[in-house]
């Protein structure tokens, strides 16, 4: 009995001890989220483009500890989308939307190209730069053959349109295609020209008085089974853009380019995008670049 009572009384104290003593919570460390994107295709370190960047940024804006890796190889579009579709091994990849897009997959519905991929310059051919022809009217544009890459959404769009397009599924084969005078145009969206005429090994003249306008975004796109990971991107890209770090790191990148685009003062030729998703929130007017001359 005098036992019983021993232990007893030696389990009061120790537990007595353990209330007193300073209480220690031992957490494990939450690793780093490893998010794969898909590389695009063309040269340098993926890791600097725009996307990648601000990809990171809204996520440390959500406080979310993550390690960005480029997909072993470079994807184009339908390959991006098909992989993020079917979960083999990326995450995530960015691309103008459609209707068809956003069925497969989780849209970020917010445009982090302020929608200047619909805004789009030529890159004339030599035959045509030459030509005499001024290109002010949508009729003038339906006697040029252009060229798109073969899974854009752009050459449905402009075929849509009534456009002649002639589709390549390489994208280097595009800018070749031009200056040897296959095809007469190129379409780039103010945001790609300027850099892309900088890096390309053949030198194009850019028509200098017509803009092609169609309403379009850019979006992060993730599998539907990742739908937490593109609601949290998409809350902090709005805090990005609340706090103003959106607005100046997208003019941080493309200030340059769109002040030399000169979009105010070229002829706007507005085309009809049918692959527009009913949700594109084009309401909201603080998401949305927009030259003065369009109100």
């Known amino acids: 009995m005098n036992e019983i009572v021993t232990i007893r009384q030696s389990f009061r104290t120790l537990l007595w001890s353990c209330l007193l003593l300073p209480c220690v919570v031992l957490t494990a460390e939450?690793?780093?989220?490893?998010?794969?994107?898909?590389?695009?295709?063309?040269?340098?370190?993926?890791?600097?483009?725009?996307?990648?960047?601000l990809l990171a940024a809204a996520l440390n804006k959500m406080g979310i500890r993550?390690?960005?890796?480029?997909?072993?190889?470079?994807?184009?579009?339908?390959?991006?989308?098909?992989?993020?579709?079917?979960?083999?091994?990326?995450?995530?990849?960015?691309?103008?939307?459609?209707?068809?897009?956003?069925?497969?997959?989780?849209?970020?519905?917010?445009?982090?190209?302020?929608?200047?991929?619909?805004?789009?310059?030529l890159l004339l051919s030599p035959r045509q730069s030459q030509s005499s022809a001024t290109l002010l009217q949508f009729n003038d544009l339906k006697k040029l053959l252009l060229t798109q890459g073969h899974d854009w959404p752009?050459?449905?769009?402009?075929?849509?349109?009534?456009?002649?397009?002639?589709?390549?599924?390489?994208?280097?084969?595009?800018?070749?295609?031009?200056?040897?005078?296959?095809?007469?145009?190129?379409?780039?969206?103010?945001?790609?020209?300027?850099?892309e005429l900088a890096e390309a090994?053949?030198?194009?003249?850019?028509?200098?008085?017509?803009?092609?306008?169609?309403?379009?975004?850019?979006?992060?796109?993730?599998?539907?089974?990742?739908?937490?990971?593109?609601?949290?991107?998409?809350q902090g890209l709005e805090l990005m853009l609340q706090s103003g770090e959106f607005e100046a790191m997208f003019m941080q990148e493309f200030g340059d380019a769109i002040a030399r685009s000169k979009l105010a003062e070229r002829q706007l030729i507005q085309l009809r995008n049918?692959?527009?998703?009913?949700?594109?929130?084009?309401?909201?007017?603080?998401?949305?670049y927009k030259p003065t001359q369009v109100q």
């Open 154 to 195: 752009d050459t449905e769009i402009l075929r849509f349109n009534k456009l002649k397009v002639l589709p390549s599924n390489q994208y280097s084969t595009m800018f070749e295609m031009v200056a040897n005078n296959r095809v007469d145009a190129f379409p780039r969206s103010v945001l790609e020209v300027w850099r």
């Open 201 to 234: 090994k053949v030198q194009l003249p850019v028509e200098s008085s017509l803009v092609l306008y169609y309403p379009t975004a850019l979006y992060y796109f993730f599998s539907r089974e990742q739908q937490e990971l593109a609601h949290q991107v998409e």
């Open 30 to 53: 939450v690793p780093d989220r490893t998010i794969v994107y898909a590389r695009p295709i063309q040269d340098g370190d993926s890791s600097q483009l725009y996307q990648v960047r």
């Open 274 to 288: 049918p692959l527009l998703p009913a949700a594109t929130p084009l309401d909201r007017a603080e998401l949305w």
């Open 66 to 121: 993550h390690h960005l890796v480029a997909s072993e190889v470079p994807m184009v579009q339908g390959r991006s989308l098909r992989t993020v579709a079917e979960k083999h091994g990326i995450d995530v990849f960015w691309s103008v939307t459609t209707t068809e897009r956003e069925q497969l997959l989780a849209p970020v519905r917010f445009p982090i190209d302020k929608g200047l991929y619909g805004w789009r310059i």
